[in-house]
T-cell receptor
């Protein structure tokens, strides 16, 4: 079965550094998402992306965050200047459709640790 | 303001019996709802969805019920199997794809 792949699986960075988390969605999917889960907390929506632009974003997704689909296969999340509270598991997801027939496929996540 | 709540942090059932996981929401503008299953160190896995215009959707051992007037949905798993042991999240979606997840319920199915 096709799957969403995320790299790296673990990322350690110093506070204030920039990080880029990478995702390869399923090839025929058109809708892309980033979520995060802080240890012991719920999964939180960050952003949805369709047709090369952001469709929706949450309050968490401030100016420090950006997303890009640079080459038609990768979907990246950039955090410009990381903070300690950005430490979390970040999940990428993709879907072929959106709406009531939506089936969202998640990657295995990137564990980001900000020191 | 927690728009999606799963009030039971954990649930334990015997193999072969029914598991019922509950979810309440406050925003009547949610367009559809999804249930996910999650194992440690893995991403969530889609289980089943339901549109806000339906009251029931069934897929094999999984059935989701939606009571719009009560703003309540539930996931029924029958019969429960030990492999169903995981954390279950309900998530509510707007038609633009913005989602709000519940806190999750840890289901343990005992052999």
């Amino acid at each position: 079965e096709p799957e969403v792949t995320q790299t790296p699986s673990h990322q350690v960075t110093q506070m204030g550094q920039e990080v880029i988390l990478r995702c390869v969605p399923i090839s025929n999917h058109l809708y892309f998402y980033w979520y995060r889960q802080i240890l012991g907390q719920k999964v939180e929506f960050l952003v949805s992306f369709y047709n090369n632009e952001i469709s929706e974003k949450s309050e968490i997704f401030d100016d420090q965050f950006s997303v890009e689909r640079p080459d038609g296969s990768n979907f990246t999340l950039k955090i410009r200047s990381t903070k300690l509270e950005d430490s979390a598991m970040y999940f990428c997801a993709s879907a072929e459709t959106q709406g009531t027939n939506e089936k969202l496929f998640f990657g295995s996540g990137t564990q980001l640790s900000v020191l | 303001d927690q728009q999606v709540k799963q009030n039971s942090p954990s649930l334990s059932v015997q193999e072969g019996r029914i598991s019922i996981l509950n979810c309440d929401y406050t925003n009547s503008m949610f367009d559809y709802f999804l249930w996910y299953k999650k194992y440690p160190a893995e991403g969530p896995t889609f289980l089943i969805s339901i549109s806000s215009i339906k009251d029931k959707n069934e897929d094999g051992r999984f059935t989701v019920f939606l009571n719009k007037s009560a703003k309540h949905l539930s996931l029924h798993i029958v019969p429960s199997q030990p492999g169903d042991s995981a954390v279950y999240f309900c998530a509510a979606y707007t038609n633009a794809g913005k989602s709000t997840f519940g806190d999750g319920t840890t289901l343990t199915v005992k052999p």
